[in-house]
């Protein structure tokens, strides 16, 4: 599932309308395939913003996601929400 975090509101409610228009989309033009994907949590700036003082350096870089996008990408899944690294 996905967890709320304190001070996320803003963020997380967009990625949750993006989700929910995915669905739609899914829906209402069943020949496409339509993707919504996590690509978990990333060793970036953003991040680190987010959590002023955290050491993120355990977290994988933003590329190591990328051979789960090109599975999906490439492949003939159905619509729906995957998880980057568990594609790959």
Do not use: C
Not at 19 to 43: C, K
Not at 61 to 71: A, F, I, Q, R
Request: aromatic share 10%; charged share 20%; no cysteine.
């Amino acid at each position: 599932g996905v967890e709320p975090y304190e001070g996320w509101g803003g963020y997380g409610s967009s990625k949750a309308a993006l989700e929910q228009l995915s669905h739609i989309l899914a829906a209402e033009n069943t020949t496409w395939r339509v993707y919504w994907v996590d690509p978990g949590d990333m060793r970036t700036q953003m991040h680190q913003e987010a959590f002023p003082g955290e050491d993120i350096s355990d977290r994988p870089l933003p590329e190591e996601s990328v051979p789960g996008l090109l599975v999906l990408i490439t492949g003939s899944h159905p619509s729906g929400r995957y998880s980057a690294r568990k594609l790959s």
